[in-house]
């Protein structure tokens, strides 16, 4: 069985500055895929980024990184340039083929203050 | 436009009122599934389906049926609504080859039961 954890249940940031947060996950599948998913107040679950465990290379969608470490299953989102309206809660997953299962972690609420 | 849409938003309803959630997506994805959101637990997953008649339990099924005669619907039913049911629904589409997972979700259907 995957599980995933988010140990952090709320951060805070300033406004222009970077936030890290984590997400640890543990799995016996040997090719599998991890994302971070953003809830803004409207509830709607918004792709934020995605990552293969076959490729070494760190993914990276504009502001938004991740640092992903497979040997000790750790896969952190990096915020940079924190803006208002990456305020939301981030929530990480992992997925299997088997049965394409999104497995949730239990999110992290980020504020982001002006 | 590429969607997932679900009906309807917002619903309350009293114990025992049999009753359906629609999910429906015009991506021609193979693979669907129903989460639900409860505060400090993340998103877990109730059922999935993999294709047309194809469906299979998630984590979470007691208390809820479902359904998958055309590729792109998969309603959730509930035919005897209890109030730990209440919650925030999400259905989820995706295709389901390697390489294409990123599942897309609908807008949510915030339910309670009374």
């Known amino acids: 069985a995957q599980t995933v954890t988010q140990s952090q249940p709320e951060m805070s940031v300033q406004e222009a500055e970077t936030v890290t947060l984590s997400c640890t996950y543990d799995t016996s599948e040997s090719n599998y895929y991890l994302f971070w998913y953003k809830q803004p107040p409207s509830r709607q679950m918004i792709l934020v980024i995605r990552?293969?465990?076959?490729?070494?290379q760190n993914a990276t969608e504009n502001r938004f990184s991740v640092n992903f470490q497979k040997a000790a299953k750790s896969f952190s989102l990096k915020i940079s340039d924190s803006q208002l309206g990456d305020t939301a809660m981030y929530f990480c997953?992992?997925?299997?083929?088997?049965?394409?299962?999104?497995?949730f972690g239990k999110g992290i609420t980020l504020s982001v203050r002006p | 436009e590429a969607q997932v849409t679900q009906n309807p938003r917002y619903l309350i309803t009293v114990t025992g009122k049999k009753l359906t959630v629609t999910c429906s997506q015009n991506?021609?994805?193979?693979?669907m599934s129903w989460y639900r959101q409860d505060p400090g637990l993340g998103l877990r997953q109730i059922y999935y389906?993999?294709?047309?008649?194809?469906?299979d339990k998630g984590d979470v099924p007691e208390g809820y049926k479902v359904s998958r005669k055309e590729k792109r619907n998969f309603p959730l039913i509930l035919e005897s609504p209890s109030p730990n049911q209440t919650s925030l629904y999400f259905c989820a589409s995706s295709f389901h080859r390697q390489g294409a997972e990123t599942q897309y979700f609908g807008p949510g259907t915030r339910l309670l039961v009374l």
């Open positions: 997953a992992s997925h299997t083929g088997a049965n394409s299962k999104l497995t």
């Open positions: 991506m021609n994805h193979e693979y």
């Open positions: 990552q293969e465990a076959y490729k070494q």
């Open positions: 389906s993999m294709n047309v008649e194809v469906t």
